[in-house]
T-cell receptor, first 114, second 112 residues
Framework: NAGVTQTPKFRVLKTGQSMTLLCAQD?????MYWYRQDPGMGLRLIHY???????AKGEVPDGYNVSRLKKQNFLLGLESAAPSQTSVYFC?????????????FGDGTRLSIL | GEDVEQSLFLSVREGDSSVINCTYT??????LYWYKQEPGAGLQLLTY?????DMKQDQRLTVLLNKKDKHLSLRIADTQTGDSAIYFC????????????FGRGTSLIVHP
């Protein structure tokens, strides 16, 4: 049981380049999330999805786009990378709507923008 | 609005007890969670408590909830060097989107 898998694990980009981070879960979870983690800032929610074909903005959505074409996958795109987007990105999923639905996290993607 | 606060650092000696504290502001909180993040890894659920409970114990972990003061604590008994990690407090509330709110995390450093 793989849980939540993030691809790639590391990436270095130049300013202005684009890339897509992939998150895949095999637990049939409805909800999926993208966070960024920066020193001293904790986790900040970028975008989330409450089901296949749906997406919603989180706390820090600017500069990112997402898509949830398949239930098991949640993609995070950077159209024109900026140094301020250097961070560790975490994907998470939870089973369904409800207050007792703990999140399951991937191991992160470490992204550096030069 | 929702806000979850934690102190950023805690240092303890191996074998001592660790107490990590968290305060939250939303009185409609239903479930409160503790997650552990080891270096280079994602967050893993440690334990959780429902808001109608005062205490929950699971082996070396004890969670205490004071609803009146909106204060949550995680006590780790007989702290080991393997407990060194970042600990996140999180809450979910009734109604709305059920998207959890996380604290900024407490870095626990255990000295041999």
């Amino acid at each position: 049981n793989a849980g939540v898998t993030q691809t790639p694990k590391f990436r270095v980009l130049k300013t202005g380049q684009s890339m897509t981070l992939l998150c895949a879960q095999d637990m049939n979870h409805e909800y999926m999330y993208w966070y960024r983690q920066d020193p001293g800032m904790g986790l900040r929610l970028i975008h989330y999805s409450v089901g296949e074909g749906t997406t919603a903005k989180g706390e820090v959505p600017d500069g990112y786009n997402v898509s949830r074409l398949k239930k098991q996958n949640f993609l995070l795109g950077l159209e024109s990378a900026a140094p301020s987007q250097t961070s560790v990105y975490f994907c998470a999923s939870s089973l369904r709507r409800g207050s007792n639905q703990p999140q399951h996290f991937g191991d992160g993607t470490r992204l550096s923008i030069l | 609005g929702e806000d979850v606060e934690q102190s950023l650092f805690l240092s303890v000696r191996e074998g001592d007890s660790s107490v990590i504290n968290c305060t939250y502001t939303d009185s409609s909180s239903t479930y409160l969670y503790w997650y552990k993040q080891e270096p280079g890894a994602g967050l893993q659920l440690l334990t959780y408590i429902f808001s109608n409970m005062d205490m929950k114990q699971d082996q070396r972990l004890t969670v205490l909830l004071n609803k009146k003061d909106k204060h949550l604590s995680l006590r780790i008994a007989d702290t080991q060097t393997g407990d060194s990690a970042i600990y996140f407090c999180a809450e979910t509330t009734t109604g709305g989107s059920y998207i959890p709110t996380f604290g900024r995390g407490t870095s626990l450093i255990v000295h041999p």
